[in-house]
């Protein structure tokens, strides 16, 4: 943690010495209204450098000495000393620990120390600068200050993130530069003013003995080039020569080799795919039908093998039924009745038959009487041969089924010698594919090699036809000692190790000297250095000042730009950074949506012309346009609502979403403490809990020191300072260690 502690004395409220020491992450300071619980984060940022007094709710700098009261007598001085840890160099000094001090005294003269020596103000400041500390800023938030970063325009919102994301330096520096570089345009008018006056032939003469010295000039520099150029181009083009020798034919060998191997792996394959003959799949489903026909016939024998076996079944059950009534018959009675029938029938057939034969026709009615009332033996052997019938006809079934079985294993056992055969032929294919396959990749690894070494031996042959054509054009603008190269010293593992961007750098400044040599044009222009050198006196002062005024002027607009430059790509790139921690807190306040920020341009009013404002109202006397200047736009879309723009939010959810915003700002380009006065005032109970999730989530890049009230948030600080007042008018501080505290109550 960077903040040690804070010690005020004399300050506002706080008559006599206190001390904060901030050893936890977060650390509460509360207290009820008018304790001077605020009068916290005005020290801050009184010690830190704040020249507003508005800022620090006062109008003289005696206002912010504690005035008296009836028990305190009135101070002199104020002072606010602030001490970081400075082990890991956050601020550019070289001690540990840094004490900034602030004194002011009742004549309004402030005084300024760093580590007890006396400083300027600029000199805190540009210490605090580097690490993203000020006076005011997103890290310092007062009370009512949560909401104006949305209630600003968008151009001034930019503002205030380009200080969160610590970009002000640049607008500093972009303005100083600007200054500078009027005053520079200045002094080149002035300068060349007084050029004016002296004559123009001097210009004129000026000009040509400048191209002539220039062109020696260019000339020996163009040798030298030329050297090492063509040094570094040759010894490269001999090393890539030889590489290409050393490695092309190689690779064409095993190129060469590898389509052979290919076509004699295709041939094995081809043959293998013959060998595997259809024959052998055709008698395959042939004996599969076969299977399938037994099957079959299996399943129609045992249908009727089971429908023998019910009629066998009923028959003995049948035969089983007539023993018994046998048995019984031995035994039978014969009803009266039946006997005295018998009888009378007996005597009305001796009555008709009285004088024939009556002995056959008494046999005959003996004989039907005791038929009527027996079984026949004869019926009961024909009943007893159905059933024999029947078990020979279910014997026979059975034997054929029987037949059945083993011919159907027969085939199964068929069936998987021949899938057997099958399988093992395809898997000898498979090693031949695998085979053509290992061979392709190899093939195509070679040939992306030996494209690659074909396209470095092209370009090779046209750079080494450039070379040619640049060393006989070397010998004409610069002579035969610009082809003398050999005694240049570099190694060819120094030619080999640099980028080849580099000697092409090389060549192009060869070439804008060769144009501007063949612009120059030839000749010796004795005369005219002669005349040149009679006036150049008079001239020579004005135009080394003009010369130094226009690279000052170069130099700064290149600075500028590069600034501006600067500025816009790390204001864009922050901006996208601040938008994902943006719509997190966002989402995590209100449990959903999506808020994001929006770079646009910004517009300026214009009044309409009188014919435009015919018929219309005093509102409408104005229109927008576009200045081309960017500011910053907050989008916002509430879940479970329509609502879309700041300009639909009601107070409590302006309130969530600046505090979201100002959360995002923190977390990009972490301060190393952030001071949050009452930030959570206006949040409820379920809010003030998600609030409590982002403040131990912020502590986990800044020190936070929270002014509340807020039970919830107090909950989340290892230290609670408390500020009372008592009827003196002095506020006193008291804390309280939660860790402690929560021990003791243990």
Do not use: C, F, P, Y
């Given at each position: 943690m960077h903040l040690k502690s804070l010690e005020i004395s004399g300050f506002k409220s706080f008559a006599k010495k206190g001390s904060l020491e901030f050893k936890t992450p977060i650390s509460a300071i509360v207290g009820p209204n008018g304790s001077g619980k605020s009068n916290i984060a005005e020290a801050f940022r009184f010690v830190l450098g704040e020249q507003s007094m508005k800022t620090l709710r006062g109008k003289r700098g005696e206002d912010l000495i504690f005035s008296g009261s009836k028990e305190e007598r009135t101070m002199n001085r104020a002072s606010v000393k602030v001490i970081f840890d400075n082990t890991n160099r956050f601020l550019d000094i070289d001690y540990d620990e840094v004490t900034i001090e602030r004194i002011v005294h009742r004549d309004s003269v402030n005084q300024y120390f760093i580590n007890k020596s006396q400083v300027r103000l600029k000199d805190i400041s540009e210490l605090l600068a580097g690490a993203n500390i000020g006076a005011s800023g997103h890290h310092i938030i007062s009370q009512g200050e949560a909401d104006r970063i949305l209630s600003v325009n968008s151009k001034d919102r930019r503002g205030m993130i380009e200080e969160a994301l610590g970009l002000k330096v640049y607008q500093f520096k972009i303005s100083e530069s600007e200054k500078k570089l009027t005053k520079v345009e200045e002094n080149i008018k002035s300068v060349e003013s007084l050029r004016r006056e002296v004559s123009p032939h001097l210009k004129f003469l000026k000009k040509q003995v400048k191209k002539i010295e220039q062109s020696f000039e260019l000339k020996d520099e163009l040798k030298s080039l030329y050297k090492e150029y063509f040094k570094r181009e040759s010894e490269y083009l001999k090393y890539q020569k030889k590489y290409i020798k050393e490695n092309k034919f190689p690779l064409e060998e095993e190129m060469e080799k590898l389509n052979n191997e290919l076509s004699l792996a295709k041939s094995i394959l081809d043959r293998e795919q013959k060998i595997d003959s259809p024959e052998e799949n055709e008698e395959f489903l042939k004996t599969e039908t076969q299977l399938k026909e037994i099957r079959t016939e299996k399943s129609?024998?045992?249908?009727?093998?089971?429908?023998?076996?019910?009629?066998?079944?009923f028959e003995k059950r049948r035969l089983k039924r007539e023993e018994d009534l046998q048995s019984q018959e031995e035994e039978r009675t014969i009803k009266f009745k039946e006997v005295k029938i018998f009888l009378e029938e007996l005597k009305s057939q001796l009555d008709v038959y009285e004088g024939l034969s009556l002995v056959n026709k008494i046999k005959e009615i003996i004989s039907n009487f005791v038929s009527k009332n027996s079984q026949s033996e004869k019926k009961e052997?024909?009943?007893?041969?159905?059933?024999?019938?029947?078990?020979?006809?279910?014997?026979?079934?059975?034997?054929?089924?029987?037949?059945?079985?083993?011919?159907?294993?027969?085939?199964?056992?068929?069936?998987?010698?021949?899938?057997?055969n099958i399988e093992t032929e395809k898997d000898s294919n498979r090693k031949a594919e695998l085979k053509i396959f290992e061979i392709k990749a190899k093939q195509s690894e070679i040939f992306a090699k030996l494209s690659s070494i074909k396209d470095l031996e092209v370009r090779i042959e046209i750079e080494d036809e450039n070379y040619k054509k640049e060393t006989n054009e070397s010998f004409v603008l610069a002579g035969r000692e610009a082809t003398q190269f050999s005694d240049f010293e570099v190694s060819l593992e120094q030619v080999i190790s640099e980028n080849r961007g580099i000697q092409e750098g090389r060549r192009r400044k060869i070439e804008k000297i060769k144009i501007k040599l063949e612009d120059m044009g030839a000749g010796s222009g004795d005369d005219v250095v002669k005349e040149y050198k009679e006036v150049q006196e008079r001239d020579e002062f004005l135009e080394r000042e003009v010369g130094d005024l226009d690279r000052s002027a170069s130099s700064l607009k290149e600075l500028?730009?590069?600034?501006?430059?600067?500025?816009?790509?790390?204001f864009k790139e922050g901006v996208e950074k601040i938008n994902g921690q943006f719509n997190e807190f966002f989402a995590t306040m209100f449990g959903g949506g999506k808020a994001e920020l929006l770079v646009v341009k910004t517009k300026k009013r214009k009044k309409k012309t009188e014919d435009a404002l015919e018929g219309l109202g005093e509102e409408n006397d104005y229109e927008d346009e576009v200045d081309g200047q960017e500011g910053i736009d907050v989008n916002v879309a509430l879940p479970n609502k329509k609502t879309k723009g700041l300009q639909m939010l009601s107070g409590g959810e302006r309130s969530l979403t600046s505090i979201a915003l100002l959360f995002a700002m923190s977390q990009i380009k972490p301060p190393p403490f952030i001071i949050l006065d009452e930030t959570d005032a206006a949040l409820d109970e379920a809010n003030s809990r998600r609030y409590g999730d982002m403040i131990e989530n912020l502590s986990k890049y800044s020190q936070l020191i929270l002014i509340t009230h807020n039970r919830e948030t107090m909950s989340r600080a290892g230290v609670l300072y408390g500020i009372t007042m008592g009827m003196d008018g002095v506020s006193r501080l008291l804390s309280v260690k939660l860790d402690e505290a929560i021990k003791v109550a243990k």
């Open positions: 129609d024998l045992s249908r009727k093998i089971g429908q023998v076996e019910g009629m066998v079944t052997e024909i009943d007893r041969g159905e059933l024999l019938r029947l078990e020979g006809e279910q014997k026979n079934l059975e034997n054929e089924m029987s037949k059945l079985t083993v011919e159907e294993k027969n085939i199964i056992s068929k069936l998987d010698e021949l899938q057997q500028i730009s590069e600034l501006k430059e600067k500025l816009d790509n790390e």
